[in-house]
């Protein structure tokens, strides 16, 4: 295939086995439809990428949308992209299949379909590397929900292609969290609700058979176990901004964690299942609270970029 000079948004359709395969697709804006094409064993991956202008290497952001969204609703929800036209990092945000991740829990579409969906998207970050267009040490992921699961599973499975890792109201399914052995540490930025009425601040049972989850505080707690952080985290009383949404956020640091790694919890004080400052996709009685007291976005950009591999 004719490797051609990419636009600021493009699709791009990879295909998880022995080999990745691309293919440039024109897209306009982030809402319009791009080109699927089947290839082998019949499986169809679609990412839309925002690529900022120059030469790179530039840093690499993954996006990963919640159960039952896509790639254009993560990009809407987070508004990611115009962060990344300002902070010039490549954004990627591709489409789980049915809808969904194969994140480790063993409930979801995906991973019923037996999809190896950590194969695949290191596969994705792998050719973007091999196009010159991505540091290799600057590679994050961040998630939403089942997104935020399948950011953890990325920090357990590939730590050596990520840099650091950031999760929007997901946690670890529970024989995960025990299995999980990174051979390296991996800095973990976590943002939770504790009102959220469908992932719960206190860990347990999902509704829908969807599993067992260990909550935000022991996910937390377990990143810190696995990087080493020898010190007790730094604990921020809780701050309101102007918003006055009934919301505050409270800021809990673990630092000098093994190479340089460091862990964080942002408890969003009265918040739901939403990203703070994003897209309010669902009314608030399903969903809970969306805070404006943080922009999660921004956030998650100045958590990771501090980070190298």
Known sequence: MKRLRLPALVALVVVTGSVCWTCAHWAGPVSGAVEVRRVSGGLERRALVVEPDGPGPFPLVLALHGRLGSGAQMLKLSGLAPLARREGFVL??????????????????????????????????????????????????????????????????????????????????????????????????IVAGDADPIVPFAGGELGGGRGHVIGAEATFDRWRELDGCPRPPEVSAPTEVAADDGTAVELRDATGCREGSAVRLVVVKGGGHTWPRGDRYLPEPLIGKTSDELDASEALWAFLKGFRR
Do not use: H, I, Q
Request: charged content about 20%.
């Open 92 to 189: 990627v945000a591709p489409d789980g299949v049915g809808r969904s991740w194969a994140d480790g829990r063993g409930t979801s579409p995906a991973s019923r379909e037996g999809v190896d969906d950590v194969a695949f998207l290191v596969c994705l970050v792998d050719e973007l590397v091999a196009r010159r267009r991505v540091d290799p040490a600057r590679v994050y992921a961040v998630g939403m929900s089942n997104g935020g699961f399948m950011a953890l599973t990325l920090a357990c499975k590939a730590p050596e292609r990520f840099a650091a890792v950031g999760s929007v109201t997901g946690f670890m399914g529970s024989a995960f969290a025990r299995a999980c052995a990174p051979s390296r540490p991996v800095p973990v930025m």
